[in-house]
């Protein structure tokens, strides 16, 4: 009776098996990151929307009046002093501070580092009140930053529709994602060439179209 012998592989097999198994993974995880990525900011942009706005419902109640904001450019304490009537005492964040934004309009704005690890930022000005979210927790430039569209998102409160006209005041109730200036229009949420979350220089429309997908980034979204 014969033996039948064990053959093992040779060496440029086992190579060329780890390899193919190596691009396979490379491939898989170039799939799987950016959908987690995605799945993780959807899932913080809804909890912050929900908690900033059950903030100013707290704040409603207990002084009996919606939380007034006169528009002007507020010097930072002035930013401070509406958080700490509107909003501090409503939810857990661990710090305070200048965020030494270099934009002229957001020079004295407040950054609140929340428990949770994210961050945002407050500033009013004469057309009302900006917060931008920062879900990684690391201040990003929303402006001329090739990454805005993952890294800071933007919402509004008490905000004129347009620049110095009172005709129009949007959100005057509830925070909400920024829409200044918005025509309404699907195709200007992406490409107005100001706030488009895929071509404006400033892409502040961004929280805007994932809001309006549930809190979901959609496929057409410009990670």
Do not use: H
Request: charged letters at 20%; a positive charge.
């Amino acid at each position: 009776m014969e033996r039948l012998l064990n053959k093992g592989f040779t060496l440029a097999e086992v190579l060329i098996t780890i390899g193919i198994i190596g691009v396979v993974a490379a491939l898989t995880m170039g799939v799987i990151i950016p959908f987690v990525q995605k799945e993780s900011a959807g899932t913080k942009l809804k909890k912050f929307f929900s908690s900033i706005n059950q903030a100013m419902i707290m704040a409603t109640n207990e002084n009996g009046a919606k939380p007034d904001l006169p528009r002007s450019d507020y010097t930072y304490k002035q930013n401070v002093q509406w958080l700490e009537m509107n909003i501090l005492p409503y939810i857990k964040y661990f710090s305070v501070k200048n965020c030494n934004d270099p934009n002229q309009y957001r020079r004295n704005a407040a950054c609140v580092k929340l428990t949770s690890g994210d961050m945002f930022e407050f500033v009013v000005d004469y057309n009302g009140a900006d917060f931008l979210y920062f879900p990684n927790g690391e201040w990003a430039s929303i402006e001329n930053n090739k990454l805005a569209q993952r890294q800071v998102f933007a919402f509004q409160f008490s905000k004129r529709a347009k620049a110095m006209d009172d005709t129009l005041i949007r959100s005057e109730d509830f925070i909400e994602a920024y829409i200044y200036k918005w025509n309404g229009t699907d195709n200007a949420l992406f490409n107005d060439t100001e706030y488009g979350c895929k071509k404006g220089k400033k892409k502040f429309y961004c929280a805007k179209i994932i809001q309006l997908n549930g809190w979901d980034v959609p496929l057409s979204y410009p990670w």
